[in-house]
């Protein structure tokens, strides 16, 4: 088992930067990848981010390549979604989530955290 808490979601103006961390207990977690997904209203989650369980590779959604960039700290079991040049449309319900495979599709990933809230304001 895995679990995970998201830090650090709150308000932010556009164009504005924010970074959200996902402390992960448990399980090792630097034998497991990591991804981020976020949910807006009204619509359905989505994949924005993963990341390998030795964080030499890093993929991402075309909607935020290029702004985003994610990481981890294996010593610190913390996965992290650093965000550039946010977008009203980057409002939605971020989620970290964890699993052996990793990928961009929900169900390769086993374990989620609860969700923080980011809110970008135009």
């Known amino acids: 088992q895995v679990q995970l808490v998201e830090y650090g979601g709150g308000l932010v103006q556009a164009g504005g930067s924010l970074r959200v961390s996902c402390a992960a207990s448990?399980?090792?977690?630097?034998?497991?990848?990591m991804g981020w997904f976020r949910q807006a209203p009204g619509k359905e989650r989505e994949f924005v981010a993963g990341i390998s369980w030795t964080g030499r590779s890093t993929y991402y959604a075309d909607s935020v390549k290029g702004r985003f960039t994610i990481s981890r700290d294996n010593y610190k079991n913390t996965a992290y979604l650093e965000m550039n040049s946010l977008k009203p449309e980057d409002t939605a319900v971020y989620y970290c989530?964890?699993?052996?495979?990793?990928?961009?599709?929900?169900?390769?990933?086993?374990?989620w955290g609860q969700g923080t809230q980011i809110t970008v304001s135009s």
């Open positions: 448990g399980r090792t977690f630097s034998n497991v990848a």
């Open positions: 989530a964890a699993g052996p495979r990793g990928g961009m599709m929900e169900p390769s990933y086993a374990y």
